[in-house]
């Protein structure tokens, strides 16, 4: 099972905001950087935030992630039927020496 | 264009063995460590293995420890993932992603889907 916790599914109506919380440790979120991916049903993930609130080029800005000591947290405002997907976080476990994957989170437009 | 094209999934018994290919192109492999992640038939994302760039640092799940070997051929742009002893819980879509350091993994491949099954 994963170190990283997440809800297993968010939901809420087009324009609106939903935000998706990571829960971890001092050994991985806590001393860490922290990454969001997204899935589309039947693709590959794809990296939607790094560095805790940093977005690759092409990423919206209706996409941000911030960091508070072993918790992160995704934000998507202006919810899109496009958004409907799974989302992870990642981060580097130093304890583990590995890298681990939070639950993942099921984002449903209502 | 940077591109992952993993191949070598397929069916295979338990107890058997079978050996992932990842072709890179698109940048300078020899510059990146590489990550091999996959993911059971409806479940989450599950980190394998991962390999720095010139093969000095190499990292394994606990799950995978003793019984998956991750390697690279930098002047052919590839990763591998050897991979024996192979369990029913070992399928998955296994996937082949560059790492970009600090837990930045992208971009990822399509995937190859592994089946372990008598």
């Known amino acids: 099972q994963s170190v990283l916790t997440q809800p297993p599914s968010v939901s809420a109506a087009p324009g609106q905001k939903v935000t998706i919380s990571c829960s971890g440790s001092?050994?991985?979120?806590?001393?860490?950087?922290v990454s969001w991916y997204q899935q589309l049903p039947g693709t590959a993930p794809k990296l939607l935030i790094y560095e805790n609130n940093k977005r690759p080029s092409g990423i919206p800005d209706r996409f941000s992630g911030s960091k508070s000591g072993t918790s992160a947290t995704l934000g998507i405002t202006g919810l899109q039927t496009g958004d409907e997907a799974d989302y992870y976080c990642?981060?580097?476990?130093?304890?583990?020496?590995?890298?681990?994957f939070g639950t993942g989170t099921k984002v449903t437009v209502l | 264009e940077v591109q992952l094209v993993e191949s070598g999934g397929g069916l295979v018994k338990p107890g058997g063995s079978l050996r992932l290919s990842c072709a890179a192109s698109?940048?300078?492999?020899?510059?990146?460590?590489m990550n091999w992640v996959r993911q059971a038939p409806g479940k989450g994302l599950e980190w394998v293995s991962s390999i720095s760039s010139s093969s000095s640092y190499i990292y394994y799940a606990d799950s995978v420890k003793g019984r998956f070997t991750i390697s690279r051929d930098n002047a052919k742009n590839s990763l591998y993932l050897q991979m024996n002893s192979l369990r029913a819980e070992d399928t998955a879509v296994y996937y082949c992603?560059?790492?970009?350091?600090?837990?930045?993994?992208?971009?990822w491949g399509q995937g190859t889907l592994v089946t372990v099954s008598s």
């Open positions: 990642g981060t580097w476990d130093s304890s583990l020496s590995a890298e681990v």
């Open positions: 992603a560059r790492d970009r350091g600090f837990s930045r993994v992208a971009p």
């Open positions: 698109g940048f300078t492999f020899s510059s990146y460590s």
């Open positions: 001092s050994s991985n979120i806590g001393n860490n950087y």
